[in-house]
């Protein structure tokens, strides 16, 4: 079997800099998240097809995936197993999850949140590169 380190650094890469550039636009617009969220809530043809892109690729990443061997795989494996629980939650309950992330970030979205997140983006990415 081949080692997963070369996959776990290539998936920490390209998440981390996702992960990036959400925590980039989330803090030059601080209003953008909330907009996005009533763009779902006004879409339900959009909710469910984004929920069931992020299902198959939660489920592609726990797949390919399956290591746990230090940080940076765990980090890895837990963001394929949260977007496969955040893609179903999308399709199944689209109501209960906006609610919930229209209180848990708020409209103005605090800046504190793209901080943390971009920092957490960081992180892989350096974790990728070290």
Not at 4 to 15: D, G, M
Not at 49 to 69: E, K, N
Not at 89 to 112: E, K, S, T
Request: no cysteine; proline share 5%.
């Amino acid at each position: 079997m081949l080692s997963s380190q070369p996959l776990t650094v290539s998936l920490a890469l390209a998440l981390g800099v996702y992960v990036l550039a959400i925590a980039i636009g989330m803090f030059r617009d601080p209003t953008k998240l909330g907009r996005i969220l009533d763009g779902f809530k006004s879409n339900a043809a959009l909710t469910f097809v984004a929920g069931a892109l992020t299902y198959v690729l939660g489920v592609t990443v726990v797949i390919v995936h399956p290591s746990w061997d230090g940080w940076l795989a765990a980090f890895v494996s837990l963001m394929g197993w949260a977007s496969i629980a955040k893609g179903l939650l999308w399709m199944v309950a689209p109501d209960g999850i906006l609610a919930l992330a229209g209180r848990f970030w708020g409209d103005p979205m605090p800046r504190g949140w793209a901080l943390a997140t971009g920092a957490f983006g960081l992180a892989l990415v350096i974790g990728a590169l070290a």
